[in-house]
């Protein structure tokens, strides 16, 4: 039997995902976060066929490949989801929702100043243990000894998950398939480092699930036409409460100006369209004033964030700031 695999990603989901829905099964959930090549991630599928099993990679190869081998075997228990880790743990998971949650050899992100990009953070594991159910497990494997270290020491400050060695970690785990990346590693001398934690009664840290928040929208009058309101743009940014906006350019059509510009949030990073579309007011409320809206184009799936309407918030500001008589006449906009 084949089966067609719909392509799915974060922002083409609901915050949170009905998982029920989407399989059309209850049944526990077993979550991997960058599944790589998809090993790992399929021989989870058979070896818990009455679980619905997610695995979420930004990178398109290894979700190209997933693809197929799910279609190829014809398992229907599976999902490849393309996200980061972080997006899926704040958006599309509730609290205490997940059975299982695997992470296998994350990228360590040798450079100091790349530390920050590791997977295996303190907001990370608190949104690990906020999202395992009261008897779920946390698993991961590395082969890279420093950070095991440092995931030892994280994991002994999570007091919601209890470490099921008798060690911080062990060098081998029975019962798990050998990926061809460990295989590598075992065959140029690297120890691999395996952890197994269980969810234990410990409250939970409080990581809230992040939703959509409404779209932003605002009208504002001005007597500038398009083309001298691109004429003026120079690229912004701001950066603040954890929230980095860049206004990239500027590109102007015959009644829309689309600005490129980048969004990154704690939770998740948006390259999207914002756009400045042309409306004259049918009664011209003043001679040689037009009416223009502020929006979120809806170009390559965007969600609304707070980071988008900071984003819709900073272009609403350098436009008013153009013209003395541009004036806003309405907004829907969160401007905290």
Same mark, same amino acid.
């Given at each position: 039997?084949?089966?067609?695999? #719909?392509? @799915?990603? =974060?922002?083409?989901?609901?915050? $949170? %995902?009905?998982? /029920? &829905? *989407?399989?059309?099964?209850?049944? !526990? ?43 190829? #075997?014809? @398992?229907? =228990?599976?999902?490849?989801?393309? $996200? %980061?880790?972080? /997006? &899926? *743990?704040?958006?599309?998971?509730? !609290? ?241």
């Amino acid at each position: 039997m084949v089966v067609i695999v #719909d392509k @799915l990603n =974060n922002r083409m989901l609901a915050w $949170s %995902t009905d998982w /029920t &829905a *989407l399989f059309g099964a209850e049944r !526990p959930l077993i979550l991997e976060i960058g599944f790589g090549s998809g090993e790992y991630l399929l021989h989870l599928a058979r070896t818990y066929p009455d679980a619905n099993v997610i695995g979420v990679e930004v990178a398109n190869r290894s979700l190209l490949k997933a693809e197929h081998k799910i279609e190829r #075997d014809g @398992l229907t =228990n599976i999902r490849a989801i393309h $996200s %980061t880790g972080e /997006t &899926a *743990l704040h958006h599309l998971f509730s !609290p205490a929702s997940i059975w299982q949650i695997h992470i296998n050899f994350p990228d360590p992100w040798f450079k100091a100043d790349h530390h920050h990009r590791r997977l295996m953070q303190r907001d990370t594991l608190d949104a690990i243990a906020s999202r395992l159910r009261s008897d779920g497990e946390f698993r991961l494997a590395t082969d890279i000894h420093d950070y095991a270290e440092m995931v030892h020491d994280l994991l002994s400050a999570t007091p919601g998950l209890t470490n099921l060695l008798p060690q911080a970690w062990a060098h081998e785990m029975p019962g798990r398939i050998v990926t061809k990346y460990e295989a590598t590693a075992r065959r140029e001398g690297r120890d691999c480092y395996y952890f197994a934690y269980r969810r234990n009664d410990t409250p939970a840290p409080d990581v809230p699930l992040i939703k959509d928040v409404p779209m932003p929208h605002l009208v504002f009058a001005s007597p500038m036409t398009l083309d001298e309101i691109a004429a003026r743009f120079e690229p912004l940014q701001t950066s603040d409460g954890g929230i980095n906006v860049h206004l990239m350019n500027a590109y102007v059509g015959d009644v829309t100006l689309l600005v490129e510009t980048f969004v990154g949030e704690a939770t998740i990073s948006q390259h999207v369209a914002l756009v400045i579309v042309w409306r004259r007011h049918p009664d011209q409320p003043e001679a040689g004033s037009s009416e223009y809206t502020i929006q979120l184009s809806m170009i390559g799936q965007p969600r609304p964030t707070e980071g988008i309407h900071r984003a819709v918030t900073l272009l609403a500001d350098w436009v008013l700031s153009l013209h003395p008589q541009n004036r806003v006449l309405k907004q829907k906009v969160n401007t905290k």
